[in-house]
């Protein structure tokens, strides 16, 4: 037990990662039989033949070996994945080893024809061996573990390369060369044991061959390669400049060593050189490789083997001797055979596997044995023109041309691990609003005259802002709109310009019944400024409606001066003390109204007023005036979901350099610090943005997750982070990571710490997002966000690429960090620590912690003490988060999420016989049973019971629909109530606990569609993928269309698609607005694909204009039209697409991204109920 415990210590990952050992060592032993099968066949062949041919016939037979391994080469590639690659290799071994046997009666009757055919033959059996073998291991291997386990497995191939190296000096003299035959062929059957233990003990990571494609030309096969595989071409030119020069360099050192040596004694002395040279590259292998690999990258370590040769091969021109000769072609085991080997495989790792075979077998069949017999046609022209050391010039032009490939190698295999991550992006051009464009403003005229409000308010605004636009033809009508907005919108203007030829008609509506109306004509009619009116306004400061007054008031003060003043001064004093919530938002609005700052102490109170109406009214009218004595009034009203929009206005509207040093001095950790980071967005400046990130390091958790979602969306604006600020953070965040891991281990496995062992995992979870946040402000954000998501949830080979992208991304001591904490275990390993360590651990995390882990620590300290000062509260919280664990829809949240909702439940104490709830009444809560039992009733029959840990009603949560069952207390039973209003106020004040709420309900609506056979995953496509508009919306967008508008004249039409979008179902108009300005439209083309099934989506699309085909792969779904959407639920929980969408002709989208839907319903309690409401009615529909 102690002796695992110390294994377990020394080498953790050993006991994580055991089983993933065992498969590396078979895979080491399978290589180990692969290589040494290779070294000894290809040394009994040379031999053979170099003793029986002279140098004419070896520069002869590079040509005929090439030509016979290309024909293998691409026989392989093209009918090798019609077969399950295991059964493959079962196959092939036995097949080598008869014609293997065969090859030895040739040469033991001495039949001339038989040498050259086993030194062609044995090299295409070896090839076959060396590819099928990596195929296997990539298809066994765990991929997120591979840049640490390749080291150890292609160590199989140099230990057999030295084993069968020294072995051959000891087995020749015994066995003669031609009996090596018979060893080649027991390494073979050999290796076929252990890939038939392979099969055996690990059958589920049998990589199954893709479905079988329609057949395509070869050209479109080889674009569609290079286009799936971008990184391929430059692969290939580099593996094509080393085999051309490994080939004439493996002439070169034969030639040589011919000269000196022959038969058992050549053999031996080869055997001799592999088996050196094993050793020296066991070494390098074990020591160097896989150090060089993660301190420097891919890209590097894959450069070093050709610099090596094109210096060894300078030397060979400079000292033309054996020794250097032995020194280049032992470059190619000691680099070649490790360093180089391991980089090429992972550089394969990334590649899909329904295209990673085809693109190795061609590297392998085509490239390698291609250039093998250009270089085979080089020698016999080259050999009978230069001497061998004179061959070094080719090889020179030929590296050089390797190290340009090597070099641009890394953007292209870059962007081939991006593309493997699924980020669902496109490149398009985006169309923007273009008002000076004739056409447009034709457009927005006509939209100004439409009987429709909403259409006429959104044109209204945007012209407003155009100085040349003359209003004046437009203004009568505009006056006598049906919608009173649009009218009043038309005052406002008046009462900004005072047209001379509008002071009567203005006049005239002074007898409107609509009060909102009235009150503007009255500060449009004072903005005249007559004598004349002044008595007809100060009648109005008698008016029953204190709407009318506050307007009477504002006239009076903003525009007659002293005798206005005078006159009104009483009746606002008398507004100002008044009990009524009427008058107190009249007077709170009069303030922006008048527009004088001096104006402005009143406001004080009114921002302090509890009634929210009159806060709101208040908040709007500081920030027409930008009074810097109202900020202290103004933050406060942070706090509250129902002023916090507002207030984030109120302060946004202040000058920077007036409002952000007051801000940053209000990131002290108070409960409004969790809201300052809007204010800074909303801000939106290069100096807000620096003075956020300025904060972060200071922050507490909480309050860093909501610093980096507003730097997120603040960099989007062309914001630029500074790297060495952000390194430095995320550096922090790093050793925060590993530090939460040491400290929490020894808790690990103890049940009276399970609760801090959970908390601490959930911190260094949330750390983890908080890195890859940071990244998003240096790098491209959707990237990091595909990289994490994939990471985090993807299979194994899209961590691994998730993995290799930060390593290929990253430089220096950052991409060591990240990589460390990338391949770090997810779950905290267990460790033993004596009391006094246990002390310092838990000193640490209630110091570094939040406050939750300090509540809970506490309590523990003080439980297993059996101190006196054990807090009941802490262990009432704690036994309310373990119910809320239980609730379905509270699932995914953290323990602190819970804590926090654990606070506001309410204690019911019921008698038994009591009802809870009565079958058909409206429901607005959710209850959870604390102890005692209950019976659930419908129509007088029991249905079931209740008992500690359940709860009923959480649906009522979302969508206050009607209770399906009457529950009825059979025992004394003590409930937990949590009611909708609060729990709404929890997600208002929490984004984080309602954006979890939201993937939560998303993805157990796609589960349960999911679960209900083909029709119901029909149904689930329906509902996550498309929805269907009304029909309304189709001939309003049909209508639009025929106006023949162009690509800068789409604003208007935003409007009446998002009309359309269940999930936006309670809007308000304004909503609509703002939601219209803030998307963007994007046209793709017939036949281009929208969003591909699989791809981790955030964009959910609302069609303009065009139809779209929803498919899988060739069977159609469903065609969408005008006004239908989809993709809506991938804007929630960002989880992958249910199917592709393509355009059939072209179509006009609006994209929405995930962020911007977020943001709008944190700042919009309308909005995330709205979202909350559609999915909880959708679930309770199935």
């Known amino acids: 037990m102690d002796a695992g415990r110390t294994i377990t210590k020394l080498f953790p990952k050993l006991d994580a990662d055991r089983e993933e050992y065992l498969k590396v060592m078979l895979l080491f032993s399978y290589l180990f039989c692969v290589v040494s099968a290779s070294t000894i066949g290809k040394t009994a062949a040379d031999t053979l033949f170099l003793s029986r041919f002279d140098n004419s016939s070896l520069s002869f037979m590079y040509l005929p070996q090439a030509v016979v391994m290309i024909i293998s080469g691409v026989m392989f590639q093209r009918y090798s994945p019609r077969i399950r690659l295991e059964r493959l290799i079962t196959v092939l071994i036995p097949i080598i080893v008869l014609l293997v046997l065969f090859s030895r009666i040739g040469v033991g009757l001495d039949i001339r024809w038989v040498f050259p055919t086993i030194y062609i033959g044995f090299d295409v059996f070896n090839f076959l061996m060396v590819v099928c073998f990596w195929q296997f291991a990539t298809s066994v291997m765990d991929q997120r573990k591979a840049k640490r386990m390749i080291g150890i497995v292609g ?122 040279s094993g050793i020296i590259a066991l070494l390098v292998q074990l020591l160097v490789s896989g150090w060089v690999i993660t301190r420097f990258g891919v890209m590097t370590a894959l450069l070093i083997f050709p610099v090596a040769l094109f210096a060894g091969s300078l030397g060979i021109l400079i000292l033309p001797v054996l020794a250097m000769a032995v020194v280049v072609k032992g470059s190619d085991k000691v680099l070649g055979d490790t360093v180089y080997s391991s980089v090429s495989q992972l550089i394969m790792f990334p590649i899909p596997p329904e295209w990673r075979g085809k693109a190795k077998s061609f590297l392998d069949g085509i490239v390698r044995n291609g250039a093998k017999g250009l270089a085979a046609v080089c020698l016999l022209v080259a050999s009978h023109l230069l001497a061998p050391e004179q061959l070094s010039y080719i090889i020179l032009v030929l590296i050089g041309i390797g190290i340009v490939a090597a070099v641009k190698l890394k953007k292209a295999y870059l962007q081939t691990l991006v593309s493997t991550l699924q980020t669902g992006n496109h490149d398009l051009q985006r169309a923007e609003l273009n008002v000076m464009d004739p056409a447009s403003r034709r457009l927005l005229t006509d939209a100004l005259l439409s009987r429709d409000g909403q259409q006429a308010l959104y044109a209204l605004r945007i012209l407003r802002g155009i100085e040349t636009f003359d209003f004046i033809p437009y203004l009568k009508p505009l006056l006598h709109h049906p919608d009173p907005k649009v009218c009043m919108e038309a005052l406002s203007y008046i009462e900004k310009t005072i047209p001379a030829e509008f002071e009567e008609i203005v006049r005239s509506f002074l007898t409107s019944v609509h009060i909102q109306v009235k009150a503007k004509v009255i500060l449009a009619l004072a903005a005249y400024a007559k004598e004349e009116y002044l008595d007809e306004i100060t009648a109005f400061l008698e008016a029953r409606e204190a709407e009318i007054q506050a307007a009477a008031i504002a006239g009076l003060v903003k525009y007659y001066g002293i005798e206005g003043m005078f006159r009104s001064v009483a009746k606002l004093k008398q507004l100002i003390e008044s009990a009524q919530e009427e008058n107190r938002i009249a007077v709170a609005s009069l303030f922006g109204q008048i527009g004088v700052k001096s104006f402005y102490k009143p406001l004080a109170a009114l921002l302090q007023d509890s009634s929210f109406p009159v806060r709101i009214h208040a908040l709007e009218s500081a920030a027409a005036l930008c009074v810097p004595a109202l900020i202290p009034h103004i933050l406060p009203c942070l706090q509250d979901f129902e002023t916090r929009r507002h207030a984030v206005e109120a302060l946004s509207s202040y000058e920077e350099t007036e409002i952000i040093p007051l801000l940053k001095d209000s990131m002290d950790g108070t409960g409004i610090s969790l809201h300052m980071p809007a204010v800074f967005e909303k801000i939106g400046t290069q100096s807000s943005f620096d003075t956020l990130l300025s904060c972060y390091s200071a922050a507490a958790f909480d309050l860093r997750d909501k610093i980096l979602e507003s730097l997120t969306r603040m960099r989007k604006k062309s914001l630029l982070a500074s790297q060495k600020d952000i390194e430095i953070l995320i550096a922090a965040e790093a050793r925060l990571f590993h530090q939460f891991a040491e400290h929490g281990a020894p808790f690990v496995g103890n049940p009276a710490y399970s609760e801090i062992v959970i908390i601490i995992e959930q911190i260094r979870s949330s750390i983890c997002r908080r890195v890859f946040q940071l990244l998003a402000l240096l790098y491209d954000a959707n990237t990091m966000q595909a990289v994490f998501n994939n990471w985090l949830e993807g299979d194994a080979r899209q961590q691994a690429n998730a993995a290799e992208v930060i390593d290929q991304t990253l430089q220096g001591s950052l991409r060591i960090q990240l990589a460390a904490l990338m391949s770090a275990p997810r779950n905290i390993a267990e460790s033993s620590s004596n009391q006094d360590h246990m002390d310092t651990h838990f000193n640490w995390l209630s110091m570094n912690g939040d406050e939750w882990l300090e509540e809970v620590i506490g309590f523990v300290i003080n439980q297993q003490g059996n101190s006196t000062a054990v807090n009941n509260d802490t262990f009432e919280q704690l036994e309310r988060v373990s119910l809320l664990k239980n609730v379905p829809v509270l699932q995914g949240l953290t323990s602190k999420q819970l804590s926090g909702i654990a606070k506001r439940l309410q204690k019911i104490v019921l008698r038994s016989g009591h009802i809870v709830i009565h079958e058909g009444e409206p429901g607005d809560c959710m209850y959870i049973v604390g102890s005692g039992s209950a019976g659930a009733y419908r129509d007088g029959r029991k249905l079931g019971d209740l008992q500690k840990a359940d709860c009923f009603g959480e649906m009522a949560l979302f969508s206050q629909g009607l209770r ?163 993709g809506e639920m991938a804007v929630i929980d960002s989880g992958p697409r249910s199917a592709d969408c393509t355009a059939v002709d072209d179509v006009i989208v609006l994209e929405l991204h995930r962020d911007l839907v977020l943001a709008f319903s944190f700042q919009n309690m309308n909005v995330l109920k709205s979202i909350l409401r559609v999915l909880a009615d959708r679930l309770k529909g199935l």
Not at 1011 to 1031: D, F, I
């Open 155 to 276: 160590s199989g191939g140099i230990a057999g390369g030295i084993v069968s190296g020294f072995g051959l000096k000891g087995f020749v003299p015994l066995l003669g060369t031609a009996n090596l035959i018979y060893v080649y062929a027991g390494l073979q059957l050999i290796g076929l044991a252990v890939v038939l233990l392979i099969i055996h003990m690990f059958p589920q990571h049998a990589e199954v061959r893709p479905p079988k494609l329609q057949a395509k030309k070869g050209s479109e096969r080889k674009s569609g390669l290079f286009k799936h595989v971008p990184h391929l071409k430059y692969v290939a030119l580099l593996a094509a400049a080393l085999v051309f020069s490994l080939t004439l360099i493996d002439y070169q050192f034969k030639v040589i060593l011919r000269g000196s040596l022959q038969n058992e004694a050549l053999a031996g002395f080869m055997g001799s050189f592999y088996g050196f």
């Open 964 to 1126: 399906t069952a009457t529950i009825r207390a059979e025992e004394e039973l003590i409930l937990w109530r949590l009611d909708s209003s609060t729990f709404y106020d929890i997600l208002f004040n929490h984004t984080s606990i309602a954006f979890e709420m939201m993937k939560l309900l998303s993805r157990r609506l796609r589960s349960l569609l999911e679960q209900g056979g083909s029709e119901r995953k029909t149904e689930a496509l329906a509902l996550s993928e498309m929805a269907a508009a009304s029909a309304s919306g189709d001939r309003q967008l049909a209508d639009v269309r025929g106006m023949g508008i162009s690509n800068h004249e789409v604003i208007l039409r935003r409007i009446l698609t998002l009309q359309n979008i269940e999930l936006f179902a309670h809007l308000t108009q304004d909503d609509f607005i703002w939601l219209a300005q803030s998307i963007e439209e994007v046209e793709y083309s017939s036949g281009q694909r929208i969003c591909r099934a699989g791809d981790f989506g955030e964009t959910m699309y609302a069609i303009v204009s065009g139809n779209v085909r929803v498919h899988r792969g060739a069977e159609e779904i469903a065609q969408l039209n005008d006004g239908e959407y989809f």
